[in-house]
């Protein structure tokens, strides 16, 4: 689908100055042997795709056969794709690349027969249909381009602002005929939704994201909740709060408004807001409400929420930096999920599944096994010891993976370089640490996440795992 009107999107809506880095992206899961794509993207200081650009980018010694130079050449933005690249070899890799005599490396790639695909998409972009910082923002052409081919995701949401009068039908149109223009699966895929703020008390702000085309957007802000939001919409619509403890918009939630799992299964905890995953943790939103309404509270009243993340970018800047305003300045966030094929139904489906997880700056993979399921799982605990298992791997040094009980760490594992294992059994009595019944849970309970911390500053939460006691 790249062709020269993708490429003169990039180059009049954000062209980027002299390059500082570059970005290589590959897929996270590949069979060996298998044809893959490598995507390239030469970026400014502030990750717009340079088009001062005349170096070539060269592959170093690795694992992946089939790659070759790459010239780029000034007035055109730094932005390739390499074809039929594969790697033999089964294991952790990472494909690497000189420009300008400095060397970059890709994402992690886990070359496996049966690991199940993971596709990384960002959920939350707004547009100029926002109108909330139109000299900073771009349009939906660039939101879904620079996503596909700056960025490299797989999947992405342009969830624009419709409250407040913010959008009427005339724009919601637009936004939906844009999704599906640039749908494309399996190669790309378009998620349909938006944002609508709700009061502070009543669940704050919140995106809504839908299996599938919606007629017209659902606006409850002026006397609504999160749970007459939900039961407005259609049921194939799921609703999701974002910067829980954003002064004046707050998130908390109670048993009245909460609408339940199946509308609300997860949660963003982190975004370029910053992260909310728990109170003095050290990239929290600027001058942050104090709760309860962060991501450990909403758990800890008996929420079965799993983690998502996004930008929430002001600069339509998909899982990067841009120009945003000045308190959106933490790293953009990204959300992994597992599906056997890409289309939005299987990112839809894995985010009411809960099977996804959260990232703020790099593609971190988790390979786990938490007490006997994956993430995302509530499960009944036999009373025996419960085992932990994980393979994590990210671009920079992981610093350490910890083990979230409850809202404890309890168990900490030191980096040694760009992967961890994981292996830990709590053999703690449960009964003793539950939370008692309460939310949606009938029966004391327990949960656990894990949460890497790499030395970029890169984070990633798994979603949690229940236990009910």
Known sequence: MWDSLCERILAVEAPGGPVERLTIVAPSVVRPGEALSVRLAGLDAKAYPSVECDGVARPVDGPARGLGEVAFETRRPAVASIESVTIVEEGWHRIGF????????????HCSPDARRIFWGDPHVHTVLSRCNPTQCRSLDFCFVGARWMSGLDWVCAADHVSN?????????????????????????????????LQGGAGGDNNVYCRDDLEDFVDHYEEGNTRTLAEALPEDCIVVPHHTTRPGKHGELSDAIYPGPERMPVVEIHSKWGTGEFPGNPNALHKPHEGPSYAQDLLGQGYPLGFIAGTDTHATMPSSFGDDSEHIDRLPGLTAIRADRLSRAAVYDAMLDRDCWGTSLERIIMEEGMAGGRMGRVLAWDGEPRAFVAQVAAESNIVRVDIVRNGEDVHAVVGDGWRADVAWTDEDDLAQVAFPPRGWFERPFVYYYLRVTCASGAQAWSSPVWLTV
Do not use: I
């Open 98 to 109: 000189e420009l300008g005599g400095r060397e970059f490396l890709s994402n992690p790639v």
């Open 165 to 197: 009068t913010r959008s009427d039908k005339g724009k919601w149109e637009a936004q939906r005929r844009a999704v599906r223009v640039f749908d494309d699966p399996p190669h790309f895929a378009t998620l349909p939704g938006y944002e609508a703020s």
